[in-house]
Nanobody
Framework: QVQLVESGGGLVQAGGSLRLSCAASGRTFMSAMGWFRQAPGKEREFVAYITWGGGSTYYADSVKGRFTISRNNAKNTVYLQMNSLKPKDTAVYYC??????????????????WGQGTRVTVSS
């Protein structure tokens, strides 16, 4: 079993930055990890993913150029650096992990493991 624990959320003004972390423990083999977010009254949406082996990354259009996903294999940790934050980025951010290999990892239904979420609030 795999446990994912997110941290780094908080309150920030528009234009500010935050870095989220997601630490994996347990049987940590995964093909990819990703970040999703869920705003109040909305469905969970894809933000970014990174493959564990090759380090390939992919971003939602809404965050491209502002967010950067990265990983530290030795620490089994994935990060999401969020810059130029906007009020519409306000959401609970979840990290997820995938065991199997797929051609892409943008769908939440592909993920086997989820963290508990960390709240990000961007004030205007």
């Amino acid at each position: 079993q795999v446990q994912l624990v997110e941290s780094g959320g908080g309150l920030v003004q528009a234009g500010g930055s935050l870095r989220l972390s997601c630490a994996a423990s347990g049987r940590t083999f995964m093909s990819a990890m990703g970040w999703f977010r869920q705003a109040p009254g909305k469905e969970r949406e894809f933000v970014a993913y990174i493959t564990w082996g090759g380090g390939s990354t992919y971003y939602a259009d809404s965050v491209k150029g502002r967010f950067t996903i990265s990983r530290n294999n030795a620490k089994n940790t994935v990060y999401l650096q969020m810059n130029s934050l906007k009020p519409k980025d306000t959401a609970v951010y979840y990290c997820g992990g995938v065991r199997r290999y797929y051609s892409e990892y943008g769908g939440a239904d592909l993920y086997d493991y989820w963290g508990q979420g960390t709240r990000v609030t961007v004030s205007s």
